[in-house]
């Protein structure tokens, strides 16, 4: 029985090796809070992160939470567009640990995120932070 169950843990994780690739893209735009502060929160799962899109308005503070949703593999979250005023690299670990980091967009554009662990960004674990006027 303890193989079978073992058998099965394995067939999900491998089958979600290829989930990034055949994710639609999720939009989602971060919501100002009273403190004038962007909030979003991004799942990391096994391949992709949901939301994989994310809105934000420039010189505006934005607070990121990342959440490991994946119960047996690591991730983080790596966005690094330091002209923009963005640098960010949030590990999460395993087993549903999160990260909170804050910074303020300078500049307007579009930036890749994506996990640096192993090579999940090569499975299609990867996204992008659009960061508006």
Known sequence: MRRIAWLAACALVIAGCAQGFKRPVREVTATEGVDHVQRVTIVTH???????????????????????????????????????????????????????????????????????????????MTGVLVVKE
């Open 46 to 124: 096994s391949f992709y992160f949901d939301p994989s899109r994310v809105v934000v308005h420039k010189d505006t503070p934005v607070e990121l939470t990342v959440k490991n949703g994946a119960w047996f593999v690591p991730h983080d979250f790596s966005v690094h567009a330091a002209e923009a005023g963005v640098d960010v690299d949030a590990d999460v670990g395993i087993l549903h640990r999160s990260k909170r980091v804050r910074f303020t967009p300078t500049r307007a554009g579009e930036y890749p995120f994506h996990c640096g662990v192993d090579h999940h960004m090569d499975k299609g």
